[in-house]
């Protein structure tokens, strides 16, 4: 076989399978899209660069910060490849009148400028035009529950919509119980009148949510995950098949009382 050839699929073969090891800083963390939108009723407010939102009678707030990566990446196996903090989550939740409130709102991040450092022989960092702002989009449901129990139970949820794509192994997943030690950790709970900030984790075998990871402080905040189970819902001359999520809570030692659409995890 020409050398040349052999060469050429020896170059392939390093650089297709080797795993790459992938640097960057994280841009965006920009809410939008408030729903109900902020007319009438409504109170919300969008303010500085798009990094914090206010809303409800209560001035409850979300606001964002993005972080720097450095995450091998495993073009033959996307589990094997290394999750990272994207930039963590603030949720004040103050006490807003039901009308003045919004439920859902979208939080935006992009991988901004990625370089390739797998070579540690090479001075010079590679540019990985691939991973380039590359976006990420999460649909943030706001669960503003009825002050009616408990600090537990009155704790309002910000819950990231979508599915597990999967947990890489570094990941520390604050919702792994022996019975599921993977499941999709997408829900952050705030006590009420109070304030708490969450990591978000990613991953790059394609720019996708993690989950929630460690919670600043644990007296005011926790977190949960939600479960899908089917249900049938009816049949009304043609039959269709519904889905609730029962979320499984991870609670702060020494409290009791979980949301009522929760089951609590021993």
């Not at 809410?31 to 409504?42: A, D, T």
């Not at 910060?65 to 963590?88: C, H, K, W």
């Not at 409130?101 to 590679?126: C, E, K, M, Q």
């Not at 408990?150 to 704790?155: G, I, K, L, Q, S």
Request: aromatic share 8%.
């Amino acid at each position: 076989m020409n050398k040349k050839l052999i060469a050429f699929i020896a170059f392939l073969i390093t650089n297709v399978t080797a795993n790459a090891n992938m640097i960057g800083t994280i841009t965006g963390g920009i809410f939008s899209n408030p729903q109900p939108p902020c007319v009438g009723s409504v109170i919300c407010n969008i303010s500085g660069t798009g990094t914090q939102i206010t809303f409800g009678t209560g001035s409850s707030s979300l606001s964002s910060t993005t972080n720097s990566f450095n995450a091998a990446l495993d073009p033959q196996n996307p589990l094997a490849t290394e999750g990272f903090i994207i930039g963590t989550l603030f949720f004040h939740n103050g006490t807003n009148d039901s009308s003045s409130r919004i439920d859902h709102v979208t939080l935006s991040f992009s991988t901004g400028d990625v370089t390739d450092n797998t070579d540690p022989n090479n001075p010079n960092n590679i540019r990985n035009t691939k991973w380039d702002n590359q976006p990420l989009v999460l649909d943030l449901e706001i669960i503003n529950t009825p002050n009616t129990g408990d600090e537990n139970f009155n704790a309002d949820i910000v819950r990231i919509l979508g599915k597990n794509f999967g947990i890489p192994s570094n990941y520390p997943n604050p919702c792994a119980t022996p019975s599921d030690p993977n499941p999709f950790c997408n829900e952050f709970h705030v006590k009420e009148g109070l304030g708490t900030s969450v990591d978000i984790w990613g991953r790059l075998s394609s720019f996708d949510v993690v989950g929630f990871g460690s919670v600043q402080d644990p007296s005011a905040g926790f977190l949960s995950s939600s479960v899908p189970e089917p249900s049938v819902l009816g049949f009304l001359g043609i039959g269709f098949l519904g889905m609730f999520a029962y979320p499984r809570l991870i609670a702060p030692k020494g409290t009791t009382a979980p949301h009522p659409h929760q089951r609590k995890i021993s």
